[in-house]
């Protein structure tokens, strides 16, 4: 029987997290689903493979080039995972390309949308192209001759291009030349004019079958695809003496940094791709031959295509959680609602307009508000969250922005936010030295006679009105005194030089997280050991920390039931007997990103549920401020509840994790057919349809 430090027992982080990503896949594979959202689905994954690359497989690769051998749980060594990692990212690869050019592409064409190569064209629709490129593609492109005293160009990062090697047939010179294509600009197909019909070429088969009018008087012998993919991680001292100068620069730096993946076309010419893997300084397991098209993310450029809803899901339109509405129908008073009682809404299927930013809203607009402070971690370009604030502090409020200037690939937006908060007078702050700020919280401070109220929002996702419809986060507003203080206590420790972490009800990272779920899971131990019966139930997005895997294999081995519900990445082993025989991991990928976490435990009759910002992964537990809160309102707790078992009874979008590290899809095979996502949107329509006539008398 394996010992709980055993390698056997967990399972690679970055190979887990390809599984997730092979889930996504299965989704573009699953003919259920309709036509354009299996191209959807297509693009998240070269999406989720993109970052993946640029942050982990980067990190894998410093330790691989510092000659760092140290093992992880897991057993693996960094060089014999980025050989892992290879080998299954082209395995998925071929499996996409197989699914994308054999049935998603020939079954676009029968429904009017045909992703075309120049063969498939006619030669007056040739001509037209040739024409659109002299006009409107030549102009934009700058090719770059490599040689005679030239350098190799800097690639920028995640940029599609052509290799070109030509001959002067005068001396017989040859040099290679490098195309940028402009996508970013003129888009990634050039479509051909027809009536009632989308046909789509790729801009770069375009580019190439015009190579003679780009390089005039000369041969050119080879040409082929090719895209690079850089480090985009990076580290930022606190002890900078402007931090937000400090990541502006190194937003800057990302564009040059270390080349970690090179995709070439699987037609490319040997001795071509040889001078650019020999230019890139690069070692064979970062070169990626691809057959078809690179950058298969401008996919959502098909997606995107107007009209075609046979092909796509229904859309979904949040409601207003019936506690939010006034009876006559207007929006309700949402600080006596809190009062009453505790509000727990579920997003997208609650709306966001209408209970986190109506909130906000009626803070600006209140004249017994005192402050209102919150904190960012990524939000929208548009944000309406962050314009209120501005208007707040503009009527005299005290107005309070814990913005988090590191959000990875969201710097630059938050930068910018940052310039335009502090114009107006907003108290911007960016945290606690050698800490992520990733706490969902917004607190607003109100005047109430003699007295003083806290109202306080804690979610699982940001304050980000586009994803709010797209990912599934829970969130909680209550008035309740103990949650309030601790929340306000928390907003003084990352604006001010405060360390209380006597916290009276909240957990928060990195000082008391891991003590306490560990201390949870625990209690739920021995609470079995007293013959009550227990269980535990946790929700997530990855599950990496091996003290809390650890504590959960001793639960198993106690005898305690455990239900995991994870949406990415998980370490933990389920169904080794005598350590985890009575673990269940399951897995949801459906039309919306699962991305709530609550960690709920069954002692007899006690139940502690929690909800927060945080999984559980080192990062979050010791590297992070995370913020998770129990839900003590009874009717909040079932509805969290109610989620929960429908997460763990869905056999539609939910895969189990077998103790070989394999993950089945779940079918109905002939029994009622359980999709937590469809149930959600079924029971807030109904919900919305109770709850109308009722406002109404």
């Known amino acids: 029987m ?39 689905f297509c693009a998240i994954y070269a999406s989720n493979l993109d970052e993946f690359f640029m942050v982990r497989v980067a990190g894998v690769w410093d330790q691989v080039d510092a000659g760092i051998d140290a093992r992880g749980p897991d057993g693996l060594s960094p060089r014999e995972l980025v050989q892992a990692i290879r080998s299954r990212s082209l395995e998925l690869d071929r499996r996409l390309r197989l699914q994308l050019d054999g049935t998603l592409r020939p079954e676009l064409s029968s429904q009017g949308i045909t992703i075309a190569s120049l063969a498939d064209l006619k030669k007056q629709d040739r001509r037209e192209l040739t024409e659109r490129f002299e006009n409107q593609i030549f102009p934009a492109l700058t090719p770059l001759v490599i040689g005679l005293g030239r350098p190799f160009p800097y690639i920028s ?46 801009i770069e088969d375009v580019i190439a079958d015009n190579l003679e009018i780009l390089f005039p008087g000369v041969e050119v012998l080879e040409y082929g695809y090719f895209r690079v993919t850089r480090d985009g991680d990076f580290n930022i001292s606190d002890e900078a003496d402007d931090l937000l100068e400090a990541v502006q620069e190194e937003v800057r730096r990302r564009r040059f940094g270390e080349v970690v993946r090179l995709e070439v076309s699987d037609q490319m010419d040997p001795s071509l791709k040889e001078t650019l893997v020999e230019a890139l300084h690069l070692q064979e397991d970062e070169v990626f031959e691809i057959g078809g098209l690179l950058d298969l993310t401008d996919l959502w450029d098909v997606v995107k295509l107007p009209g075609y809803p046979d092909l796509r899901d229904k859309p979904w339109s949040p409601v207003t959680q019936p506690r939010l509405q006034s009876d006559d129908g207007d929006p309700a008073d949402i600080f006596a609602t809190i009062r009453q009682q505790d509000i727990f809404v579920h997003h997208p299927y609650d709306s966001f307009t209408t209970s986190v ?54 710097e630059e937006a938050n930068i910018e936010w940052a310039k335009r908060l502090e114009e107006v007078g907003v108290h911007v702050v960016y945290g606690i030295p050698g800490l992520k700020t990733h706490i969902k919280a917004l607190l607003v401070v109100r005047r109430e006679g003699d007295q003083v109220r806290n109202y306080v929002h804690i979610g699982t996702g940001n304050y980000h009105s586009t994803t709010a419809r797209l990912y599934t986060d829970f969130g909680l507003f209550t008035a309740d005194p103990e949650i309030g203080a601790d929340v306000a206590e928390i907003f003084n420790v990352l ?96 039309s919306f990103l699962e991305h709530s976490r ?50 763990f009874a869905d056999n539609t979008n939910s895969w189990v994790l077998d103790s070989s590290g394999n993950w089945s899809r779940l079918s109905p095979e002939g029994g009622e057919r359980r999709n937590v996502q469809d149930e959600l949107r079924e029971r807030h329509r109904a919900l919305e349809t109770i709850a109308a006539p009722a406002l109404s008398q």
């Not at 970013?184 to 019909?197: A, C, D, I, K, S």
């Not at 227990?534 to 809390?548: E, R, T």
């Open 357 to 410: 930013e109506r909130l906000i809203a009626q803070a600006v607009n209140d004249p017994e508000v005192l402050a209102i402070k919150q904190t960012v971690y990524r939000t929208s370009e548009d944000s309406p969250l962050v314009q209120a604030l501005i208007r707040a502090s503009e009527r005299g409020k005290q107005v309070v922005c814990m913005l988090e200037l590191k959000a990875r690939f969201d």
């Open 598 to 647: 609550v960690y709920a435990f069954f002692r007899g009759n006690e139940s502690r549920v929690l909800i927060g910002s945080a999984d559980l992964m080192p990062r979050n537990l010791d590297s992070r401020v995370e913020l998770v809160t129990p839900i003590d309102d009874e009717t909040a707790r079932d509805q969290v509840l109610d989620v929960l078992e429908r997460c």
């Open 157 to 202: 990062n995640l940029s599609l291009s052509l290799a070109v090697l030509l001959r002067d047939p005068d001396t017989s010179t040859q040099v290679l030349a490098r195309i940028k294509v402009p996508k970013e600009l003129l888009g990634r197909f050039v479509q051909v004019e027809r009536e009632n019909e989308h046909i789509l070429v790729p």
């Open 495 to 590: 604006t001010g030089y405060a360390k209380d972490n006597a916290y009276r009800q909240v957990l928060v990272s990195p000082d008391t997280m891991r003590a306490k779920i560990l201390g949870e899971i625990n209690e739920t131990i021995e609470a079995h050991q007293e013959g009550r019966e227990a269980k535990i139930s946790f929700k997530m997005n990855s599950l990496v920390d091996k003290a809390c895997i650890e504590a959960l294999y001793r639960a198993s081995m106690a005898g305690v039931e455990v239900e995991l519900n994870i949406r990415g990445i998980c370490c933990l082993r389920p169904g080794v007997p005598g350590r985890s025989e009575n673990i269940r991991v399951v897995s949801i990928v459906g």
């Open 2 to 40: 394996p010992e709980l430090n055993d390698p056997s027992l967990y399972f690679n982080r970055e190979l887990s997290w390809l599984d997730f990503n092979q889930r996504v896949l299965e989704l573009a594979e699953d003919e259920s689903v309709p036509l354009l959202e299996r191209i959807k």
